[in-house]
């Protein structure tokens, strides 16, 4: 693992101010994210000990570009809102590739196949209604005041559709060996359709789904997972939310709560919802990307960029995300 573990305990000490006694008590490399290289640690030192989370730049991976520092900020602000995010202890952006550091929050993360074994089915709805609450209080933020640079500029609330689609486009001209008809006619139908965004534009998360959240009995502990943030329409959120890939043929959003009291919720805390229509576009987009981006990660493996088996895997998961976009299409809720 070249110095990485050195580098760390390094960075650690002078965070923490131990002066030179800080040790590695544990390190637990883990496997669940496809994204950043993350790492479970305990440490101790004279006069204290801790548990934290470490992500670590990977050395190839989907998204475009790791950047600790932009990370960072999209913790920063959203804990200023008031989300429940994970505390950042130290970061560098060089150090063993870049590197960020995190208190490590106490909770389960449940997968889409064990929410049920990992959430009573009393506390799914209760959950559910929470997390609209959460992404409610994200998307009431007003982009300018997030101090967020890095993301970019702001998009213009009518070509958020616009602007996703194509680079979504543009991803698919890079990575399909063979042309799929039902992402060539999804990616047309959503250029033609583009106009049915809500015309707001919010932080959104980009990926607020089970998987990324932590949960305890009292509820929802922490929102993990910000690489993908951008600005755009919030809908997209809420369509990414309730995605079939995370729910099966259960109609649950996630196989926690119905679409209605979600969407209530979120209206109660927000002020608004998205109509179906929009609701349908983002839903189709979602499905979109989740089929190129799971192309990307099978070029990534193909490259030989990444070793890891579930990168080639995810070949087969392009097929759920296919087979939803074609019964969607079936039963007629795009395409026209």
Not at 161 to 187: K, Q
Not at 285 to 304: D, E, F, P, W
């Amino acid at each position: 693992m070249d110095t990485f573990l050195d580098d760390l305990t390094a960075t650690l000490d002078t965070a923490l101010g131990a002066a030179g006694t800080l040790r590695l008590t544990e390190v637990d490399r883990r496997g669940e994210g496809n994204s950043w290289e993350t790492y479970l640690v305990g440490v101790k030192w004279d006069g204290g000990e801790a548990d934290y989370a470490v992500k670590r730049r990977p050395l190839s991976g989907i998204v475009a570009e790791y950047d600790v520092e932009r990370e960072v900020a999209l913790l920063g602000a959203a804990a200023t809102l008031g989300l429940p995010v994970p505390a950042v202890i130290t970061h560098d952006p060089e150090l063993a590739r870049g590197l960020f550091v995190m208190a490590k929050v106490t909770g389960a993360i449940p997968l889409p196949g064990t929410v049920t074994r990992l959430v009573p089915a009393e506390r799914r709805e209760p959950l559910g209604r929470q997390i609209a609450r959460a992404m409610a209080l994200l998307h009431a933020a007003d982009p300018a005041s997030l101090g967020l640079d890095r993301l970019g500029p702001v998009p213009a609330g009518d070509r958020t559709g616009v602007r996703e689609n194509a680079e979504w486009a543009g991803h698919y001209r890079e990575v399909a060996d063979i042309r799929i008809p039902v992402l060539d006619l999804a990616l047309a139908w959503l250029e033609h359709r583009a106009d049915r965004v809500s015309g707001r534009v919010a932080l959104v998360h980009n990926d607020f789904r089970i998987g990324n959240l932590v949960v305890r009995d009292d509820g929802l502990a922490a929102v993990l997972d910000w690489e993908t943030a951008h600005f755009s329409d919030p809908a997209a959120d809420i369509a990414w939310f309730a995605q079939r890939t995370s729910r099966g043929r259960s109609p649950l959003l996630c196989k926690l709560i119905a679409l209605e009291p979600f969407l209530a919720e979120y209206e109660a805390a927000a002020g608004w919802r998205p109509s179906a229509e929009t609701l349908t576009w983002w839903a189709v987009q979602s499905l979109t990307k989740t089929a190129i981006g799971c192309l990307q990660a099978v070029r990534v493996y193909n490259r030989g960029e990444r070793d890891d088996l579930r990168y080639a895997a995810m070949a087969n998961s392009v097929y759920y995300s296919l087979g939803w976009l074609g019964q969607m299409l079936r039963d007629g809720e795009w395409g026209k």
